[in-house]
């Protein structure tokens, strides 16, 4: 928080001290963002200049306003997102979080993953994710009535550049267009999944930030909850984030390494 001198170590790996602080948790507390994924090879949506937001920004595409005004356009990009996800694989990091959850759980404790990713990637590593604070690209629904609609997958080569566009399919009950099922600009992040992350930061022993910007908000919040009960908060990404100023650690390197590093 803004005031606090906070001693914050800049490591460039894993310490004995970090290592011996993470293995005394029972309750750990993971918030994951794009650049979990970015080794995967799903771009992030700012940092690296294949960013999706540089090239479509962010205020063009992923508003209600911007579905209204082109739905085909906008459907279309999810389209073509999903498929790269579903073409690319987890990585080392996904797959850390996913044994380590397993352990902390066969030995009675708790690791839990927030992420603010629409992917699934945590899942297909074999992870179980508390919540998915921005919805998930595979889901979609009525944008009128909220009917879910049940699509095929799309066979767009998400590692070329998006067709034509494509309209959106139309609700079976309404008639209306359907849209992903992702948390848009503007738009409330769903509540019961921002009240577990809020709950499981709230009570955790140490907090991980994985990969994050910590540009958008609330998700990138969630992590000051930690200052409540003093619980350590490690950051993992190659760079300097807009939240570096309230950890406790920041771990300066991909997470494809320093997740397996920590988890071991
Ligand atoms: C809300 C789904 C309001 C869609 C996403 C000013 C104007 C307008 C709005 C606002 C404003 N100020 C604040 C706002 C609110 C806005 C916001 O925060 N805007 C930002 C841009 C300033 N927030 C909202 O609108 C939210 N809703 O506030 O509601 C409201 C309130 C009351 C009542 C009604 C309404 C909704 C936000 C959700 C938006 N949807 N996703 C889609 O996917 O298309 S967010 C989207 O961006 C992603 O999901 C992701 O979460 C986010 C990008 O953030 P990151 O995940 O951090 O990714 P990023 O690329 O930024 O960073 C990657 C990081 O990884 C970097 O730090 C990089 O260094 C690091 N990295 C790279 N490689 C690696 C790595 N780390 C580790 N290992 C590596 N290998
Ligand atoms: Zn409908």
Redo the contacts with the bound molecule.
């Keep these: 928080a803004p005031g606090t001198l906070r001693n914050v170590q800049v490591l460039s790996g894993v310490t004995d001290e970090l290592a011996a602080l993470v293995r005394s948790a029972s309750r750990v507390a993971v918030l994951?963002?794009?650049?979990?994924s970015?080794?995967s090879g799903v771009p992030?949506?700012?940092?690296?200049q294949t960013?999706?937001?540089e090239e479509f920004s962010?205020e063009d595409?992923?508003t209600p306003e911007a579905f209204q005004h082109a739905p085909a356009l906008v459907w279309t990009?999810?389209r073509w997102?999903q498929s790269l996800i579903q073409q690319v694989a987890p990585?080392p990091?996904h797959a850390a979080l996913a044994r380590w959850q397993r352990g902390m759980a066969g030995a009675g404790g708790v690791l839990s993953i927030i992420t603010?990713?629409?992917d699934d990637l945590h899942e297909r590593a074999g992870a179980e994710v508390l919540a998915h604070?921005?919805?998930s690209?595979f889901e979609h629904r009525c944008a009128e009535c909220g009917k879910p609609a049940e699509l095929p997958p799309p066979d767009y080569d998400g590692f070329t550049a998006p067709p034509e566009p494509e309209q959106p399919p139309t609700c079976a009950c309404c008639g209306a267009f359907v849209r992903?099922g992702?948390?848009?600009?503007?738009?409330?992040?769903p509540m019961e999944a921002f009240e577990a992350a809020s709950a499981a930061v709230r009570s955790a022993d140490v907090v991980i930030v994985?990969?994050?910007?910590?540009?958008?908000?609330?998700?990138?919040s969630l992590p000051l909850l930690a200052l409540e009960r003093g619980a350590p908060l490690i950051e993992?990404?190659?760079?300097e984030?807009d939240i570096s100023e309230v950890m406790d650690f920041c771990l300066r390197?991909?997470?494809?390494e320093?997740l397996p590093a920590l988890a071991a």
């Design positions: 994951s963002g794009a650049g979990i970015a080794e992030t949506f700012r940092e690296s960013g999706l937001w962010a595409l992923a990009w999810y997102r990585n990091g603010q990713n629409v604070l921005h919805g690209i992903p992702v948390v848009w600009f503007g738009e409330m992040l994985a990969g994050t910007s910590g540009i958008v908000q609330p998700a990138a993992v990404n190659p760079v984030s390197g991909p997470a494809g320093m």
